[in-house]
């Protein structure tokens, strides 16, 4: 039986039809502004986020160009709302460039990410309404801070995360619109792995992005967030965070079958490795104030063998 959140991500996602052709491949190849702007893609994501980059570099080339231009995509219209020093109407001012940009043919040869995007978004048939749902989602830090309820929270995953995995079956290939809930709850863990491994960091910006019902439920309050308490209560609320993350990612891996082989072990592996981030935070006593959980280079590399297998378990 289906949670009330997983109905209304369902919703959200809607009832998008599967490409009836196949990707424009090669699309770019004699254009070398274009491929300097997906150069500009891969450093920022190799600058950001090793995890990505390294699963992202199991794939074919042009789609892993494709997935990191997805990344740089995210990675920039999340840094106008976290990073910049520009006001609230200024952010949505850029905010609302980059809904225009997603929705266009062609994007300013200056703009390198956007001509990136906007190509991946063309070639591969990427639906803008997934887009224009990561936008409004990453948003949301503009005018909200704290989430009453799981279902309230996996609203704000979906945004900022579920809709990355769902654009990102478009440029891996998928065989039916049976992937999409399975793409929902992977992303949802995604978010879920990165919220837990910053609780502390994330709440010395003002943000908890935890339910405050379930803290109420374990007996804690922001006092306790607020002085890094690895308290009793603490830890058992952090094991059921952790658990029900499991959960999903456990619930989300079926649907890996449904994706083309070619992008099956990208997939896996991005999963395991945000899996580590949770046994990080284990071996460490849930202290997630004073450190950041995280793998190594090679506690990453160690474990692409056992994907293998892993991946012909499915």
């Keep these: 039986m289906q949670a009330n959140w997983e109905h209304q991500l369902l919703d959200l996602a809607g009832d998008i039809p599967h490409p009836s052709t196949k990707p424009l491949f090669s699309y770019w190849a004699g254009d070398a502004a274009l491929q300097k702007a997906y150069a500009v893609c891969d450093r920022i994501t190799h600058q950001h986020s090793k995890s990505f980059h390294l699963a992202s570099g199991l794939l074919p080339e042009e789609k892993k160009s494709a997935v990191r231009a997805l990344y740089a995509f995210c990675r920039i219209v999340d840094d106008i709302v976290d990073e910049s020093e520009m006001n609230v109407p200024e952010k949505s001012t850029q905010l609302d460039h980059w809904k225009k940009v997603v929705q266009s043919s062609d994007a300013p040869e200056e703009e390198a990410v956007a001509r990136a995007w906007v190509d991946t978004i063309h070639r591969y048939h990427i639906p803008s309404h997934y887009a224009i749902q990561l936008i409004e989602g990453v948003s949301r830090d503009l005018y909200q801070n704290r989430y009453q309820s799981f279902d309230d929270l996996a609203t704000y995953c979906y945004g900022v995360a579920s809709t990355v995995g769902l654009m990102s079956m478009y440029i891996i290939g998928f065989k039916n619109n049976d992937a999409l809930p399975y793409a929902i709850k992977l992303g949802v863990a995604l978010q879920m792995t990165n919220i837990l491994r910053d609780i502390g960091e994330d709440y010395q910006k003002g943000f908890l992005y935890l339910p405050q019902e379930e803290l109420i439920e374990f007996g804690l309050t922001e006092e306790n967030i607020a002085n890094a308490d690895c308290s ?59 450190r950041r959980a995280g793998m190594s280079a090679w506690g990453k590399a160690r474990r692409l063998p056992s994907l293998w297998w892993k991946m012909n378990k499915i």
């Design 232 to 290: 009793k209560d603490w830890r058992e609320f952090m094991r059921f965070q952790i658990a029900r993350t499991r959960q999903l990612y456990d619930d989300a891996r079926p649907g890996v079958r449904l994706l083309e082989r070619e992008g099956q072990m990208a997939i896996l592996a991005a999963s395991d490795f945000y899996q580590g981030i949770l046994e990080d935070i284990e071996a460490h006593d849930y202290n997630v104030f004073t």
